[in-house]
């Protein structure tokens, strides 16, 4: 008889039914790991670029993500697009969202060489 069952894939002597709430505690303990691993740090790096675009200013140096250094010389466009100085005479549109970080403010540079000027 034990033969048989084992060659039907039954196990002898089993039938006795697992606990459901096992399950939902696995399954509840693996979405905890996956929110603490995944979706809350990504939350957090999406406010945190939110507020560096909406910082910025005129007179900040920034880079785009195309690798792209300049002066911010005003906004257009709803506050879409900024105008970006990359040389002389020279300046670009770009999206706020291609921004990729801001380096430095020119205003508060232009202001520490004014003050090293006076001290040297």
């Keep these: 008889m034990i033969g048989i069952a084992w060659a039907l894939g039954q196990i002898p002597g089993g039938g006795g039914q697992e606990n459901p709430f096992g399950f939902v505690v696995l399954l509840g303990g693996m ?9 809350r740090p990504q939350q957090k790096q999406k406010k945190e670029r939110e507020a560096l675009l909406s910082s910025i200013k005129t007179g900040d140096e920034v880079v785009t993500n195309g690798g792209l250094f300049g002066v911010v010389k005003g906004f257009g466009d709803a506050n879409e697009r900024v105008k970006l100085q990359i040389a002389p005479n020279v300046q670009v549109e770009v999206a706020r969202s291609a921004i990729a970080n ?14 090293k000027e006076k001290e040297g």
């Design 102 to 115: 801001v380096v430095g403010s020119t205003l508060v540079k232009k202001d520490r060489d004014k003050e």
């Design 31 to 39: 979405f905890a790991i996956m929110y603490f691993l995944m979706i």
